[in-house]
Each structure stands twice: as C-alpha cells, then as structure tokens.
C-alpha cells in the first residue's frame, strides 16, 4: 500500500511474521483475511485474578464470546507495550502496568459462524492493573475477574464459550516453559 498510512490500520505480514506494509482494519477482516499482525493481552489483578471480557455484540468477529481480557492491532511504529497500553484504556478505560509478552510466537487462523475469518500473528502478554475496567459498551459487554484455575477448567469443559484464540492460547501456556511464565501455566492449566 503506497501514500498516507491509515490511523486505523493492521500490519500485514510474511508466514514469517515480516512486516510487508498496512491496510486499513475496516477492509481486512473477511472470509480471505490477509495474515496480518495482533496481540493479546492476560490482564491480572495483585490477588492473581485474570480478567475474562465477553465481546460486544456489536463485534465484527466472535459477537458476544467470552474471551482472554482484551485484543488488538499495534499500528506501525508503535512498540507492543504502548499499543497494549493504548486497548486497555480504549477498551477497558484501564491503565497497565508490568506488561511482558508470554508467548512471542501465537499464531492461528480461525473462521467465526459468518465466514469470517481471524488470521493473525499474535503474540500473547501478561499485564496488571490496580483499577478497576470500565468497559467501553462498543467493544465489552460484559466482564469477570476469574481465578485462573477457573480459565482452565472453562477451557476443558466449555471451548465453545470461549472465543477459539483464547482456547488456543490457554493450551499454549499450559505447554509454556514454567521458567518463562513463571508458573502461571500450570495454575492456567487448572
């Protein structure tokens, strides 16, 4: 893509993760969504509760599906912390802090019940917060601070409420590294 870039806009990238220019997020997600550049975010609170959100309904992906804490696209040039900064207080009206990528590869590829498809690179952070979510309506209808225990016990028993990424990734850091993550796959685990 050549002239000005898009404020709102994805990174595009190679099966190598790459960087081979932008496109605006309103035309890319679609039944051939291009591979293209995302994160997730785990959002902790000091008593070691995860924060689950469940999709606005108005949601072009996954309406009304229970998900990790919050999701989203870094724009060109911005480093992985501010744009995790930037979703947490767009979507949540929450800041983070101790923002650290877990699992720096995450990739998937999934097909929502409209034919729409995610196709994302996707690293997965772990964050923390001392406020209290402020949902944006736009994009969370509803929230749940959980015991991770919980997380993977949902993850076992009912996939299917859970948006296919979350699932995906939740197994993942079951299988991390326990130096990596500290320890928190196996309470993921449950």
Same mark, same amino acid.
């Given at each position: 893509?050549?002239?000005?870039?898009?404020?709102?806009? %994805?990174?595009?990238?190679?099966?190598?993760?790459?960087?081979?220019?932008?496109?605006?997020?309103?035309?890319?997600?679609?039944?051939? *969504?291009?591979?293209?550049?995302?994160?997730?975010?785990?959002?902790?609170?000091?008593?070691?509760?995860?924060?689950? *959100?469940?999709?606005?309904?108005?949601?072009?992906?996954?309406?009304?599906?229970?998900?990790?804490?919050?999701?989203?696209?870094?724009?060109? $040039?911005?480093?992985?912390?501010?744009?995790?900064?930037?979703?947490?207080?767009?979507?949540?009206?929450?800041?983070?802090?101790? %923002?650290?990528?877990?699992?720096?590869?995450?990739?998937?590829?999934?097909?929502?019940?409209?034919?729409?498809?995610?196709?994302? %690179?996707?690293? %997965?952070?772990?964050?923390?917060?001392?406020?209290?979510?402020?949902?944006?309506?736009?994009?969370?209808?509803?929230?749940?601070?959980?015991?991770?225990?919980?997380? $993977?016990?949902?993850?076992?028993?009912?996939?299917?409420?859970?948006?296919?990424?979350?699932?995906?990734?939740?197994?993942?850091?079951?299988?991390?590294?326990?130096?990596?993550? $500290?320890?928190?796959?196996?309470?993921?685990? $449950?």
């Amino acid at each position: 893509m050549s002239g000005p870039v898009p404020l709102d806009h %994805v990174i595009l990238v190679d099966d190598d993760a790459r960087p081979l220019g932008v496109a605006p997020r309103a035309t890319v997600h679609s039944r051939s *969504t291009p591979l293209h550049l995302a994160f997730s975010c785990y959002l902790f609170r000091d008593d070691g509760r995860v924060l689950l *959100t469940r999709r606005a309904l108005t949601k072009r992906t996954w309406p009304g599906v229970w998900t990790n804490s919050f999701c989203g696209h870094p724009r060109s $040039g911005e480093s992985p912390a501010d744009a995790v900064d930037r979703h947490a207080r767009h979507e949540l009206g929450l800041a983070v802090h101790g %923002v650290r990528v877990i699992l720096p590869r995450f990739r998937y590829r999934a097909v929502d019940a409209a034919g729409i498809v995610e196709n994302e %690179v996707c690293p %997965v952070y772990f964050a923390f917060t001392d406020d209290e979510p402020e949902p944006n309506p736009d994009e969370v209808m509803d929230q749940r601070w959980v015991d991770p225990e919980e997380l $993977g016990r949902l993850v076992v028993v009912a996939p299917w409420a859970l948006s296919p990424w979350a699932v995906e990734q939740v197994h993942a850091l079951a299988a991390a590294d326990d130096a990596v993550t $500290g320890g928190l796959e196996t309470e993921l685990a $449950g």
